[in-house]
């Protein structure tokens, strides 16, 4: 059967978004898979920000990079690393390229995510069990994190100033750590509140011992077993819990979802499934461009801080590079480039009715660009240029990159941001790119590994 002139017609003018999986050539298909083994390993490698930032810096080496500090002298051919603060980490390499001229590529992710915090006096015991209190970071459906094993990381700065890490619950034989949720028999109260309210900050209070002590003079037998475990295995007493980050995380490891493995399963996706393109890309490049990764932290509670991409330590580290290389900085960020890369929400067809489908990033359907962001109408949102949008358009369709464009959900379903509107106030155009995640924020996250892959093959294409 021959195609009519009406079917040749809409194949020529209108627009369908296309998935990966199927349009990927045998090759390509192999590099989906093998490209998703390297990104699981990095996930049960970084389960905070501190470690994500670690890897990067021996994944950096391991490539040739060398660190860089603030006033070091850098030049053309340069690949380099800086650290900020163990948790936040930008690698670049530096371009033969006219930086006034081209600017520089920037790829922004970051590396924290949704966890519960553990307060700075946390430990009690009550009833035959020991708990820390905690402090939830970010945005989190509380109920989600009650009744899974949980694993404790962090560092904690002693007395004597000597800081020591943390990780407990990641290894087989290691024991993890529980929120107590209440049973259905008695839940009848619970289940008819609402969903925010059925478990409250105050309830999420991490069970970690219920051995007492062998003294019977002593009072809280079973706080003082923890603490003496704490004090045998890490130097620690109570009052080092004043000193300390320490964060109760999902316990569980990056797995395969689906009979054919098609999908992720894992903790901490957002942002790491962009963090891990960028890494590699930058690593992998080998353009003219100077190019930059910065892998921040704290964009979960707002970017601030000193290792938030509202830091002016990107900024100094920018303006250091332009300056080494005789370029006016002001020109450098006015003729930059950025992809602000964060992950965005995945069509959900059991949750049909927030979302637009028609706008909505569709699961291994390629990275997904959101031009704008924000809540209601674009509030809080950089919007980037239909000229920048081309642009980016332009560099990926030169590399076939399959790719598609998104919005969070219907436009008064609710909204959200990320940093690309601090890099776009730098006077760099920013737009976002990132891949779509299925139940985001919830301790296990889902994702495509064909929309992996193709935010890495993005990123290639951008920094080119
Ligand atoms: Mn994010
Ligand atoms: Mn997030």
Redesign the pocket.
Known sequence: MSETKGQKLAGELSYKKKNYFETANEAEKREIFSYAEGYKAFLDAAKTEREACAYAVSYAKKRGFTEYRLGDPVKAGDKKYFVNRGKSVVLFCVGGNNPEEDGFRIIASHID??RIDIKQNPLYEDSGMAFLKTHYY??IKKYQWTAIPLALHGAVVLKDGKKIEISVGEKESDPVFYINDLLPHLGGDQMGGKANKIIEGEQLNVLVGGLPYDDKEVSEKIKLSVLSYLFEHYGMCEEDFLSAELSAVPAFRARDVGFDRALIGAYGH??RVCAYPALTAVADQTGEHTVFAMLVDK??IGSEGTTGIQSKVYEDLMEEVALALGANFRKVRAASKCLSS??TAAYDPNFAGVYEKMNSAILSAGTAMCKFTGARGKSGSNDASAEFVGEVRKMFAEDGVVWQTAELGKVDAGG?GTVAKFVANLNIDTVDLGVPVIS??APWEVVSKADLYSTYRAFLAFLK
Do not use: I, L, R, S
Request: hydrophobic share 25%; charged share 40%.
């Open positions: 995510a949704p970010g945005g957002d942002d964009e979960e964060d992950v959200g985001m924020h």
